[in-house]
């Protein structure tokens, strides 16, 4: 492999990319880019974490760093051995039990037969399989295979250390030994490289950050700084994602008009929490209708489905509809605290099934509070703290 | 492709674990490492010998002379057609250390058994019969096996991720095989074939394979056995060449496609 260019300002670092790029050639003949110009420093004893959605271009980015495929351009250069903990079950030849398997990968790496044995038992101590370490592997469930997996990546006291995504996998006991036993290779001086969507965890055992979107940088620097902004970023997807504000309907109900109201009938857009809140709909039937679904929802303006209420759910107003009807819709003591939000109305056939009329997120309102609750609603709630056990 | 202090260990680890896997869990056990292809043998022999009365004449039995081919024939074929499905069979080959040598290599190893099969009927007839062969006759199975386990190994090296590149070219390869079983003299004596048909049966490397496992049950001339070795050794070089040239090249390609 290639040297990267210009020395580093300390000591070289761990791992070194410069550039990469890679181009997946397809069956059709069409080629997808995967990565494309990516360029960063690991630190020796550092820990970076690597973030991006799905699809991003993380797990090509760590099987470059592993060797596990050549860059199309570019190049990469790490300090010493690595050990990986990838996909679930990666590495392993699934008719050998979790022991031969510790032995062989301790093998592969250059361990001798002696100190691969060591190896194993160290792994079979750390992944708490009892009997299950000594049959196949196919037997295992996703669990069994993350803690293996995990158990022998972090007994080959490589001085590199990739792991991706497989964190989530363990059950919540077995995740914090990962994470102790990834902040005690901190401690000892392993370089880190960490893919992971929890963003929690990433925090508190990276350094530095890198976010890949469609491939590229999209930011590399301090984890808080970069995780932050990945957050946010994460939080205007979801925003975007849910359906934007519209109307439509199959047309045999017509909706005439809407008015958001306080409990005296005045049109307002304004409501302090606890106040009562009226949705007035008009609206008019096509031909004779067999109780219709009439629903309401309330949105708060990033796209949140905070509630939605409708006829069927309540089991009321089941009839036959023919002509044109005010329908309203009151909440009480609006629980909901400070911040923008936006009504929709439907109307349905019996079934709930298909929408004869349908608006969405058309209507909106504000709500004030005097509380400093966080959250999106308030729920009635009470503190109270008792001793226990005896005084000391 | 990477340095492997402990290739040999961890090799025969996992051909233990191969070769158990293929016999250890049924009822018969290793016998049907013996057992079935015997009875492919049998069907043959019935077939050609028996039925069709096809090849008569002194010498070698027909039983025993298709045993001690289609034994090592087997061998080939099974490996070459494993090579085959590697990589979709081992997905998780991709984001794994594993060397494609391991793996080829552990295939060869543990079909090998076919072709100890076919020897141990070679050798038990032999020693019946009466010993007829020279030395070189005893000796020449052992290096067929050997040339032969160096031949798959070039050629799986290839074959593995040729069949992961090129659409089709699996199918296209099974069939082949199964053409190529006629087209050396496995299943009917050398010595019937004349001619032109002669010469072109010397083309196939297989064909000098198949002189070297008879050798102690059909002795043939030092020259001519020598021939044999040289081509044998040359189809070994030359796979062994291909194999690890274009094979690793090819590979990395291969991975990216699984």
Redesign the interface.
């Known amino acids: 492999m290639v040297e990267g260019a210009g020395p580093a300002m300390s000591a070289a670092p761990a791992i070194e990319a410069r550039s990469i790029g890679k181009v ?2 397809l ?1 059709s003949g069409a080629a997808v880019a995967a990565l494309d110009d990516v360029s960063f420093d690991v630190a020796p004893g550092t820990a970076l974490a690597v973030v991006g959605e799905n699809g991003s271009g993380k ?1 090509t980015l760590l ?1 470059v760093l ?5 860059p199309s351009s570019g190049s990469v250069r790490v300090e010493g051995e690595t050990a ?1 903990l ?2 679930l ?5 699934h ?2 039990t979790g022991r ?1 398997n510790a ?2 990968l301790a ?2 790496a ?4 002696a100190s ?1 044995q060591a190896l194993a038992r160290r792994a079979a101590d750390f992944a708490e399989l009892g009997d299950f370490f000594d049959r196949p592997v196919r037997s295992y469930s996703a669990g069994m295979l993350m803690r293996l997996g995990f158990a022998v990546a972090s007994n080959l006291h490589a001085p590199v250390v990739v792991v991706d995504e497989v964190l989530a996998v363990g059950d919540g006991y077995f995740q914090r030994k990962c994470i102790d036993r990834l902040l005690e290779m901190r401690r000892a001086n392993v370089t880190l490289v960490i893919a992971a969507h929890d963003l929690h965890a990433l925090r508190s055992l990276c350094d530095r950050a890198l976010w890949l979107r469609h491939g590229r940088v999209a930011a590399l620097g301090p984890v808080n700084a970069v995780l932050g902004s990945y957050e946010e970023h994460l939080l205007r997807r979801s925003a975007a994602a849910s359906t934007p504000p519209g109307a439509g309907g199959t047309g045999e109900v017509v909706i005439c008009s809407v008015r958001i109201t306080d409990a005296a009938g005045v049109e307002r857009f304004a409501f302090r929490s606890g106040e009562t809140l009226r949705v007035e709909v008009e609206f008019e039937t096509r031909k004779p209708l067999d109780s219709p679904v009439m629903g309401i929802g309330l949105f708060r303006d990033d796209g949140l489905y905070c509630y939605g209420p409708n006829t069927l759910f309540d089991g009321r107003l089941r009839d036959t509809y023919d002509g044109r009807y005010l329908l309203t819709a009151e909440f009480e003591e609006l629980p909901l605290l400070g911040g923008r939000y936006q009504a929709s109305v439907s109307f349905y056939d019996k079934d709930h099934v298909y929408a004869y009329a349908w608006q969405h997120r058309l209507y909106p309102f504000s709500v004030w509070t005097e509380r400093k609750d966080h959250g999106l609603v308030w729920l009635r709630h009470r503190f109270d703290v008792r001793r226990v056990g005896d005084q000391r | 492709m990477s340095s492997l202090p402990n290739w040999s260990r961890s090799l025969g680890l996992l051909v233990l674990a191969d070769l158990r896997r293929r016999y250890a869990g049924s009822v018969l056990g290793g016998l049907w490492a013996l057992l079935a292809p015997l009875l492919e043998v049998a069907a043959y022999a019935v077939v050609f010998g028996f039925i069709l009365g096809a090849v008569r004449g002194p010498g070698v039995p027909y039983t025993v002379l298709i045993a001690s081919g289609l034994f090592p024939w087997m061998w080939f074929r099974e490996t070459i057609e494993g090579c085959s499905t590697l990589l979709p069979d081992n997905r998780w080959l991709r984001r794994s250390r594993v060397p494609a040598e391991l793996l080829v290599l552990r295939l060869v190893l543990a079909s090998s058994v076919r072709a100890l099969v076919g020897l141990v009927v070679v050798f038990g007839y032999a020693a019946v019969s009466g010993p007829r062969a020279s030395i070189v006759g005893w000796a020449s199975p052992f290096a067929a096996l050997v040339l032969q386990a160096l031949t798959c190994f070039g050629l799986g090296l290839l074959v593995a991720p040729v069949t992961t590149l090129v659409p089709d070219s699996r199918p296209t390869l099974v069939s082949l095989l199964t053409l190529l079983t006629f087209a050396a003299p496995i299943l009917y004596p050398e010595s019937i074939v004349e001619g032109p048909l002669h010469s072109l049966l010397l083309w196939n490397p297989f064909t000098h394979l198949l002189r070297l496992y008879r050798g102690p049950i059909e002795p043939v001339s030092w020259p001519s056995l020598s021939v044999s070795v040289a081509v044998a050794v040359v189809t070994a070089a030359a796979s062994l060449a291909v194999g690890m040239a274009a094979g690793a090249r090819l590979w990395w390609r291969a991975r990216d496609r699984l």
């Open positions: 997946f050639g069956t797990s099987d592993l060797g596990l495929t050549r990986a990838l996909e079950g990666a590495g392993f030849f008719e050998l031969q032995v062989q093998l592969l250059g361990a001798s037969s691969a």
